[in-house]
């Protein structure tokens, strides 16, 4: 069975400090790890993926992730956090059927 | 990305009258189509899980036949809300996947509201 655990439902950093979103998985097969980002009332934007291969993967905004099989997680970063970021986010494994989500993580930045 | 584009982006109607929301993948065929309910402040829960020609699979606890789903086409899902309640009031957010492709694409989502 596959599910997503995030830790912390809302965070806060001011902007220019460090954004680390955490999210650990499991899964009964090799998973692909995905990082969703959500605007009020928009649907969902993919940031960034892991499927095979590098480990850490890059996406938009600045924003990366690294898969760490080891401690099956795959938290999100991004050095420096801009007012544009706060949004929801949320973390998905697929078993390359479905999609499960986590519960999603409020990002706030502080000016 | 490929584009996903769903319609309408809100709605009201009326308690006891049905509505209908439609899912298009704009320029790839969708061999898979999802359907989640977001409440406030929450995740997406899966509703359905279609497949182009084939009855959707509906999670559990989910009523078949007040949220009817159709996968006609490579390009079209509709998710169609029976005798609508103010309790089905929602977020209504549809992805869809193709092919060989390991992500899914997602609508802008439907805000439903049955007063």
């Known amino acids: 069975a596959q599910s997503v655990t995030?830790?912390?439902?809302?965070?806060?950093?001011?902007?220019?400090?460090?954004?680390?979103?955490?999210?650990?998985?499991?899964?009964?097969?090799?998973?692909?790890?995905?990082?969703?980002?959500?605007?009020?009332?928009?649907?969902?934007?993919?940031?960034l993926k892991y499927?095979?291969?590098?480990?850490?993967?890059?996406?938009?905004?600045g924003f990366e992730a690294e898969f760490k099989k080891s401690e099956t997680s795959f938290h999100l970063t991004k050095p420096s956090a801009h007012m544009s970021d706060a949004a929801e986010y949320f973390c998905a494994v697929s078993d390359?059927?479905?999609?499960?989500?986590?519960?999603?993580?409020?990002?706030?930045v502080i000016p | 990305g490929a584009v996903v584009s769903q319609h309408p982006s809100w709605v009201i109607c009326k308690s006891g009258t049905s509505v209908k929301i439609e899912c298009r993948s704009l320029d790839f065929q969708a061999t898979t189509m999802f359907w989640y309910r977001q409440f406030p402040k929450q995740s997406l829960m899966l509703m359905a899980t279609s497949n182009e020609g084939s009855k959707a699979t509906y999670e559990q606890g989910v009523?078949?036949?007040?949220?009817?789903i159709n996968h006609a086409s490579l390009t079209l899902s509709t998710?169609?809300?029976?005798?609508?309640?103010?309790?089905?009031?929602?977020?209504?957010?549809?992805?869809?996947?193709?092919?060989?492709?390991t992500e899914a694409f997602f609508?802008?989502?439907?805000?439903?509201t049955v007063v």
Do not use: M
């Open chain 1, 51 to 61: 499927t095979t291969g590098a480990t850490l993967v890059k996406g938009i905004n």
């Open chain 2, 79 to 101: 998710l169609t809300v029976t005798s609508a309640h103010p309790e089905d009031s929602s977020f209504y957010i549809c992805s869809a996947r193709g092919g060989t492709n």
């Open chain 1, 6 to 47: 995030q830790l912390g439902s809302h965070v806060s950093v001011s902007e220019g400090a460090l954004v680390l979103l955490r999210c650990n998985y499991s899964s009964s097969v090799p998973p692909y790890l995905f990082w969703y980002v959500q605007y009020p009332n928009q649907g969902l934007q993919l940031l």
């Open chain 2, 63 to 68: 009523e078949k036949d007040k949220f009817l």
């Open chain 2, 107 to 112: 609508g802008q989502g439907t805000r439903l």
């Open chain 1, 96 to 108: 390359r059927w479905q999609f499960y989500f986590g519960t999603g993580t409020s990002l706030t």
